[in-house]
């Protein structure tokens, strides 16, 4: 690929890079050049080998491997720079990148040529025998496109709405209950969202629907009405305004259902089951419902028991609510266990937890990890988004084999 005349092949770094990307290169002005140099690249390759396509596996899929590998590892750290370092500058970006990628993969997924092909290996042909009616192929297209666009879409307005909510706490006894670490990382929310200083003691303080934030908050927090507000923020985000998803689901459900149809599908279940272990919407059901059988007992008991609990030892109201059930669930474990999810997380600082992993990992399938220092770095060739960012490097027993590196 790199012999291309398209200078973008040569200086632009979401294509130049070879064992590891130039993270720190990458900018979002970059994207939208570079896939559309890949895609001219893709299209012109496939259209050319698509003449000596023969009934084989290397004649068929052995000649287009490459072409997909190429486009997966571009459009790949892409979508990986969104969703660790998300900007708007890169959201417009991915969502001209996107149509791009669904067209050419359509191109490749359903040429007639290579379709053909497979049906003499197989000397089996198999569904949709209307492949070559133009106006149906014409829309499957379109609907592929669009749903490509559409989940982007609500990708973004989740992304949006969590990041936009904030309640601003003044009065820290509300806050009864937290942990220090949460109300110091709250304090910080108010700071980086413009409400206070940061001041731990004297506040303000910021709820967030970030997990990190959110849940031991719900998990630990006292003040039951605070938890209502805060948790029906949680489920009704992305429903009202700009953000707002109803539509989107609407029409990704209208979509799917004709995506269905068009397939000789009877639902978007039976189709998606297809492909995997269950094989169809009868057998999947069956496995659920077999399963809220066994559990459902087991589930009427713990809630009789957090029940009572909640209402003989924590004086809380009684049917629980959802902003009820994971805080009574953990006061129930500090009583009954004596200890608390904040007390079992001293024992699982990040250094701790990445050794393990990696003692795990060792022991179980013999690789060795380990942190890649800065002079390491730069020998290899690695560059990441952010300062904070840690490298390890992932080998086996074999240190000649190539080198991986987990970010």
């Given amino acids: 690929m790199s012999s291309q005349q398209d200078p973008e092949f040569l200086t632009n770094p979401v294509l130049t890079w070879t064992e590891f990307p130039d993270f720190a290169a990458i900018k979002p002005e970059h994207v939208v050049p570079a896939m559309k140099a890949l895609v001219e690249y893709i299209?012109?390759?496939?259209?050319?080998?698509?003449?000596?396509?023969?009934?084989?596996?290397e004649g068929t899929m052995g000649m287009?491997?490459?072409?997909?590998?190429?486009?997966?590892?571009?459009?790949?750290?892409?979508?990986?720079?969104?969703?660790?370092?998300?900007?708007?500058?890169?959201r417009k970006a991915i969502e001209i990148m996107q149509p791009m990628i669904v067209k050419i993969s359509l191109q490749m997924g359903q040429s007639l040529k290579l379709y053909d092909a497979l049906v003499k290996m197989q000397d089996n042909k198999q569904t949709w025998d209307a492949l070559d009616k133009e106006q149906q192929r014409i829309r499957f297209n379109e609907i592929q496109e669009r749903k490509a666009q559409l989940i982007l879409k609500f990708s973004n307005n989740v992304q949006d709405a969590t990041k936009a909510y904030t309640k601003v706490i003044t009065d820290k006894a509300e806050l009864e209950g937290c942990p220090e670490s949460l109300v110091t990382g709250m304090a910080k929310h108010a700071q980086t969202r413009g409400h206070g200083d940061g001041n731990i003691?004297?506040?303000?303080?910021?709820?967030?629907?970030?997990?990190?934030?959110?849940?031991p908050f719900m998990m630990n927090c006292k003040n039951r009405d605070l938890r209502e507000v805060v948790y029906r923020a949680n489920i009704k985000k992305a429903s009202e305004g700009d953000q707002d998803n109803e539509p989107i689901i609407n029409e990704m459900l209208n979509l799917r259902r004709e995506e269905a149809a068009m397939l000789g599908f009877s639902s978007f279940g039976a189709l998606s089951l297809s492909k995997k272990m269950a094989s169809n919407v009868e057998t999947a059901t069956d496995v659920l419902n077999r399963l809220y059988e066994a559990t459902l007992p087991a589930a009427k008991l713990e809630l009789d028991e957090l029940t009572a609990f909640a209402k003989d030892r924590l004086n809380q109201p009684t049917p629980l609510q959802p902003w009820d059930t994971t805080f009574v669930s953990e006061e129930f474990r500090k009583d009954r266990f004596m200890y608390s999810a904040d007390q079992i997380?001293?024992?699982?600082?990040?250094?701790?937890?990445m050794d393990t992993l990696f003692e795990v990992a060792k022991d179980n399938f013999g690789i060795h990890v380990s942190e890649m220092d800065p002079a390491e770095q730069e020998r290899v060739g690695i560059t990441t988004w952010n300062k904070d960012v840690k490298i390890y490097k992932v080998q086996d027993d074999e240190p000649q084999k190539k080198l991986l590196a987990y970010f």
Wanted: net charge negative; aromatic share 10%; proline share 6%.
């Fill in 345 to 353: 997380s001293e024992y699982l600082a990040f250094p701790r937890v």
């Fill in 201 to 215: 003691e004297t506040g303000p303080w910021v709820v967030t629907l970030d997990a990190p934030t959110y849940v």
């Fill in 43 to 57: 299209e012109k390759t496939f259209v050319g080998r698509s003449q000596n396509f023969t009934p084989t596996w």
């Fill in 64 to 90: 287009t491997q490459d072409l997909q590998d190429d486009l997966e590892r571009a459009a790949g750290v892409i979508t990986h720079l969104s969703m660790v370092n998300d900007s708007t500058e890169l």
